[in-house]
């Protein structure tokens, strides 16, 4: 068997068609595989994992692969699909497109992590006065990944594929940034790239997948199978991390423990409960870090909640991991995530000084960098509003803006328009027609 580990590119893989596969880069590593780029932009592949890291010659793929391919998937959805099985090693062919990264980029670690440590350049001047180095990395490398706005949309577009399984009684099952995948610009594609653990959902029994830290309390402690709200709740903790730079559980009982466990008149443990306090946390046994009325596992760091999620959004993160922590018939469906996400990403402007993007219409000022307002353009319609910054001449207006939410075309160009903010003019382009009557737009000034 050749060697197997994050130095193979340029290895050689066939598939059952006879086509051979030159491997790249590895893009993701999760506990159930591997993902290889290759050296076609549109193409990678994926390669399960036994428990010591190596190709699991075990796996029954020829079965999965055609379990997969009967379920009802709704009609272009984003999901890569198996194209082809490997020939002499276990794995499979898949879709990717061209520029591809998982959500995983938006985190600091790896050669990223490296590549800050090594950066011996000055902080930019916002960031000079922060007294934790690795903390401000961090807030440079959330800034250069597009910060909140880029990741509000990334979110909305995923939660709307997972919107769009679960109406077809789907369950993704494993949802975590390494299996959710998005193109290049603010704009950009996301594709959800594992379908290994794809099917209906059962009334009893079924496969219990998920990713350490992201696994629902009723899978962690095995007394249920994957279903939609597990996928609810994977994805809200996916989406408070990359939001908010903390896990929803890791607090100040697991992070100061010495604070809070340990005393003669501590409370004992429930029944079942690991004595680990990370291991306690993923299992629901403490409290949401911004539980609003058990500040015991209060949060420790992190960004304001304020600023990177809209009222709405922190009502989603409140219900799910409060009552949805022990009752998870309570937390909201996918259809309200990819609403809410989508409505915070379009009142959220990036800030020309430092780059990080916050809810310019509640801000006087950048509240990073104290950079003023800039100008910006308020589209409103009776169902929508979206904010459009000043600086930008040729705009789109999305499909969301005139039409109900649609899960699938959310994100079209209904309309496409130039906008200039001095003459405080903005005109269809031709060929789109005229805009709608209850169009309306606010030119809003520079804050002074």
């Not at 490398?141 to 909305?156: I, M, P």
């Amino acid at each position: 068997m050749r060697e197997f580990d994050k130095r193979q590119g340029g290895a050689s893989l066939t598939d059952e068609y006879g086509n051979v596969h030159r491997l790249a880069d590895e893009l993701a590593r999760g506990g159930q595989g591997v993902v290889f780029r290759t050296s076609d932009a549109d193409l990678a592949i994926k390669q399960p994992l036994d428990a010591a890291g190596q190709p699991d010659r075990r796996a029954n793929l020829r079965d999965r692969f055609r379990h997969i391919r009967l379920l009802p998937l709704p009609a272009r959805v984003p999901v890569s699909l198996p194209l082809a099985i490997l020939r002499d090693e276990p794995g499979y062919v898949m879709r990717l497109l061209n520029g591809m990264q998982s959500f995983e980029a938006f985190n600091v670690g790896g050669k990223t992590k490296k590549a800050l440590d090594d950066d011996d350049a000055a902080l930019p001047p916002w960031l000079s006065k922060v007294p934790d180095r690795e903390m401000a990395l961090r807030l440079l490398h959330y800034a250069n990944t597009g910060s909140t706005r880029r990741r509000l949309f990334a979110l909305a577009r995923c939660a709307a594929i997972l919107a769009r399984l679960h109406s077809a009684g789907l369950v993704y099952g494993d949802i975590s940034t390494n299996n959710a995948f998005i193109g290049e610009g603010t704009s950009g594609e996301v594709w959800l790239i594992d379908a290994d653990n794809m099917r209906f959902e059962l009334a009893s029994a079924g496969t219990a997948v998920f990713t350490p830290g992201y696994g629902a309390p009723e899978l962690v402690r095995r007394t249920d199978a994957s279903r939609p709200r597990t996928d609810c709740w994977a994805f809200a903790v996916m989406a408070f991390k990359l939001l908010a730079l903390c896990h929803p559980f890791i607090g100040k009982k697991v992070l100061e423990p010495e604070e809070d466990e340990g005393g003669w008149d501590d409370e004992p443990l429930e029944d079942g409960a690991p004595a680990d306090l990370d291991e306690r946390a993923y299992a629901g046994y403490l409290p949401f870090v911004d539980d609003e009325n058990d500040r015991s596992n209060a949060s420790t760091g992190g960004l304001p909640r304020t600023l990177v999620a809209t009222q709405g959004l922190r009502r989603l993160f409140q219900e799910t991991f409060n009552a949805g922590r022990q009752h998870p018939h309570r937390r909201p469906t996918m259809a309200f995530w990819a609403l809410e996400l989508a409505r915070a990403g379009d009142r959220s402007l990036a800030c020309a000084a430092c780059g990080m993007s916050h809810f310019v219409d509640t801000q006087g000022a950048c509240p990073y960098c104290g950079a003023a307002r800039p100008p910006f353009v308020r589209a409103k319609t009776a169902r929508w509003d979206i904010l459009l910054p000043a600086g930008t001449a040729e705009v789109a207006l999305p499909h969301r803006l005139f039409h109900p939410f649609s899960f699938e075309h959310n994100d079209d160009t209904a309309y496409e328009a130039v906008l200039d903010f001095s003459n405080k003019t903005i005109v269809p382009v031709r060929g789109t027609g005229p805009f709608p009557d209850d169009l309306s737009f606010e030119f809003v000034d520079a804050e002074t």
